[in-house]
């Protein structure tokens, strides 16, 4: 889909813009763009803010990219991350061996690149993976369903239900799970709406929108409460995540312009940005 993406162009980008001061996260002119086999053939960034973000820390740096493509009207805001920024260099924290409990040594094994845990007795390579996280926007009267962490991480602050896909379920089947542990909700999915891959800390996120099977909702033992909000009240100084932070935004643009669409997005943290901080981030890659 992304072998296509050419230089649209609506002009030459100000220095102003280079320098992180434009106004909104969707206005931005086209500035990059694409060979034939998907890397950035001029790369540059701009940090700018999302539109609408109260906190005015939620940079995200971003392209404004549209396909040039006749088969498809998918469109990204794209920028260096996707194309130019090397893969983090994972430490394995490993220990001990999943297998036999001895303890694991940092090598990398013959025919691989990457260094691994791999057992000193039984030899067993040890191959750590992102996990995925599923989750829900539940869309009721014009509303969506938050609830406020009871745990840590970003205890008291609040997000969507969701959380780590277990072995043995579909991601919208972990994602009504999820829903129906955070907040007591029955919900049936409407549709995928966004995939946001986090490299730097090895998580995909897939968000659902859904509906309340029953209008009843109650804080689950992970949560400290929840409740229904209009989107012109979203808590965004007190949300848990980048990637509630994100989803949020795009929902709320997608419904001021009365186009829902799915969402893939790369979100990374922004350089000198504490890990803590979920503003502390660029999003570096964006198709919908
Ligand atoms: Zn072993």
Redesign the pocket.
């Known amino acids: 889909m992304l072998r296509s993406l050419h230089l649209l162009g609506f002009g030459v980008v100000s220095p102003f813009l280079l320098q992180g001061k434009p106004r909104s996260l969707f206005a931005l002119p086209l500035i990059a763009a694409f060979s034939k086999s998907g890397g950035l053939s001029s790369p540059q960034a701009a940090l700018l803010p999302v539109s609408g973000c109260r906190s005015g820390g939620g940079y995200f740096r971003a392209f404004r990219m549209s396909s040039g493509a006749s088969e498809t009207s998918a469109h990204a805001d794209v920028a260096s991350g996707l194309a130019v920024v090397p893969p983090v260099a994972h430490k394995p924290n490993i220990s001990?061996?999943?297998?036999?409990?001895?303890p694991?040594k940092d090598v990398v094994p013959e025919g691989e690149e990457k260094i691994r845990a791999v057992?000193?007795?039984?030899?067993?390579i040890h191959y750590e993976n992102p996990k995925m996280v599923v989750g829900c926007l539940v869309e009721h009267n014009d509303k969506i369903l938050l609830c406020k962490r009871k745990i840590e991480p970003s205890y008291g602050l609040w997000t969507l239900p969701a959380g780590y896909l277990e072995i043995g379920e579909s991601a919208a089947e972990g994602a009504v799970r999820e829903t129906l542990e955070e907040a007591c909700a029955e919900v049936e999915i409407v549709s995928p709406f966004a995939q946001l891959d986090i490299p730097c800390i090895g998580q995909s996120y897939i968000i659902f929108r859904a509906r309340l099977k029953t209008p009843y909702f109650s804080p689950g033992p992970e949560s400290l409460e929840c409740a229904l909000f209009a989107l012109d009240d979203i808590p965004f100084d007190s949300l848990a995540f980048s990637s509630i932070i994100v989803t949020l935004k795009m929902y709320i643009e997608d419904k001021n312009a009365g186009n829902l669409k799915f969402h893939y997005c790369t979100i990374n943290k922004r350089p000198g940005a504490s890990p803590s901080d979920p503003h502390g981030f660029d999003l570096d890659y964006h198709l919908h």
């Open positions: 001990f061996c999943q297998a036999c409990g001895n694991t057992c000193t007795v039984c030899g067993r």
